[in-house]
């Protein structure tokens, strides 16, 4: 009787760890925010990190990756683009990782900063057009440069920016004339 319990005990103790060994083992890394709409991985959150961290980079001010100004540019894709320019804005972010492979040799994230700042001021060069890279790094400026401007960071400590002048009267009565 004890070596049936036994037995049935080390089976079911098998069992779950057969049942628990491929949630232990899977690794996937996620994105730091839930998106709807446009599909990324880790590694492109990484890159649009470092582009918005060249664009604006950190000095005696937080720079964007440090306020985060990646992800309010991805939100807002995802959020506020239409369908059509969010697959533009996808392809475009593929297009500027080939571009930069091609002239480097290695992805966005992995190059100094040096050659980051090389390649942003190339692409600053280049006039306004209707090709997915462009599309993609013109978009990516304009929102990491956005987000920036709007953080609470930026606001306060730098623009001296008050909610409310004066004192705040938030029940005031309604009286019909």
Not at 6 to 32: D, F, M, R, T, Y
Not at 53 to 63: C, N
Not at 123 to 144: C, E, I, R
Request: glycine letters at 4%; one cysteine or more.
């Amino acid at each position: 009787m004890t070596n049936r319990r036994i037995a049935i005990q080390q089976l079911l103790l098998i069992w779950a760890g057969v049942a628990l060994l491929p949630s232990c083992l899977h690794n996937e890394q996620k994105v730091s925010i839930p998106l709807k709409l446009i599909h990324i991985d880790p590694d492109d959150e990484n890159m649009m990190a470092e582009l918005a961290e060249t664009i604006l980079p950190k000095t005696d001010t937080p720079g964007a990756r440090d306020l985060s100004a990646h992800l309010f540019a991805l939100k807002m894709v995802d959020d506020c683009f239409t369908k059509a320019n969010q697959e533009k804005y996808i392809q475009g972010m593929k297009e500027f990782e080939s571009f930069v492979m091609k002239k480097t040799g290695k992805p966005f994230a992995e190059n100094s900063a040096d050659e980051k700042k090389a390649i942003v001021a190339e692409l600053d060069l280049q006039k306004p057009a209707d090709t997915g890279m462009l599309f993609f790094y013109q978009s990516t400026k304009k929102l990491t440069v956005e987000a920036y401007n709007t953080c609470e960071y930026y606001l306060t400590k730098i623009r001296g920016y008050k909610m409310l002048p004066g004192k705040f009267q938030g029940c005031i009565p309604y009286k019909r004339t």
